[in-house]
């Protein structure tokens, strides 16, 4: 199952954008959606998931506060709203999806994500 993640660009420090990302009708049940994020010569960093119930939602340390994590259940999208962006949001954003419901703790995790999508490149700067 190909996660199909779109919205990534130029940005200019301080401005926002908003990923979103489809999961195709018809394959599995949704239980949690994640963002995560890999900027150049780094790791994947965890961004943002939520439970497809709306439920439980978690953020990641670099990016509370400025990030908005929402689904549409009928559309089957998820969403990720940045504002307030830093040169240092650059990176490849993933969008995950997961099956199961991970406790709060463990959503920040690869582990959980069984569908991931192909990246959407968001690059921060003037």
């Known amino acids: 199952v190909q996660l199909q993640a779109f919205g990534g660009g130029l940005v200019q420090p301080g401005g926002s954008l908003r990923l979103s990302c489809t999961i195709p009708?018809?394959?599995?049940?949704?239980?949690?959606m994640a963002w995560f994020r890999q900027a150049p010569g780094k790791e994947r960093e965890f961004v943002a998931a939520i439970r497809w119930s709306g439920t439980t939602i978690a953020y990641g340390g670099s990016v509370k506060g400025r990030a908005t994590v929402s689904r549409d259940n009928v559309k089957r999208t998820g969403y990720l709203q940045l504002i307030s962006l830093k040169p240092e949001d650059t990176a490849v954003y993933y969008c995950a999806a997961a099956k199961s419901m991970p406790i709060h703790s463990y959503m920040s995790h690869e582990d959980p994500y069984d569908y991931w999508g192909q990246g959407t490149q968001v690059t921060v700067s003037s």
């Open positions: 009708e018809r394959t599995f049940s949704i239980g949690t």
